[in-house]
């Protein structure tokens, strides 16, 4: 099993949900996030005062799917996900050793 982790731009979280429904996606945990890569933020004017804004505010997107499945869902969230310009975000792929569903104790494929 891989957890999927992709970090995007807030504005982009409908279109990954229906590019990621259209292949049987179900279960996933979306948080708000805030930080930066490359850009280190960036400047904006507030009443004439300039000031930096460190950390950008993203969405995180976690769903642990079967190994077979992984590279398509990668391929999805990236697709929907892709704007051209910086700061579109970053996608990670991490071993998953066991997953145990609280409610009926079901294991590892079963469980998600």
Same mark, same amino acid.
């Given at each position: 099993?891989?957890? @999927?982790?992709?970090?995007?731009k807030?504005?982009?979280?409908?279109? *990954?949900?229906?590019a990621?429904?259209?292949?049987?996606?179900?279960?996933? %945990?979306?948080?708000?996030?805030k930080?930066h890569?490359r850009?280190k933020?960036h400047?904006e004017?507030?009443?004439g005062?300039e000031?930096?804004?460190?950390?950008i505010?993203k @969405?995180?997107?976690?769903? *642990? *799917?079967?190994d077979?499945?992984?590279?398509q869902?990668?391929?999805?969230i990236?697709?929907?996900a892709? %704007?051209?310009?910086i700061?579109?975000?970053?996608?990670?792929?991490?071993p998953v050793?066991?997953?145990?569903?609280?409610? %009926?104790?079901e294991?590892?494929?079963?469980?998600i």
């Amino acid at each position: 099993m891989k957890k @999927i982790e992709a970090i995007i731009k807030p504005f982009k979280l409908d279109d *990954v949900k229906e590019a990621l429904a259209e292949i049987g996606i179900q279960g996933m %945990t979306i948080t708000e996030v805030k930080g930066h890569g490359r850009q280190k933020g960036h400047k904006e004017i507030y009443r004439g005062a300039e000031y930096v804004v460190d950390f950008i505010p993203k @969405i995180k997107i976690e769903i *642990v *799917v079967d190994d077979a499945m992984a590279y398509q869902l990668v391929e999805k969230i990236r697709e929907a996900a892709n %704007t051209g310009k910086i700061g579109d975000g970053k996608i990670f792929v991490l071993p998953v050793e066991e997953v145990i569903r609280v409610r %009926t104790n079901e294991k590892g494929i079963d469980a998600i």
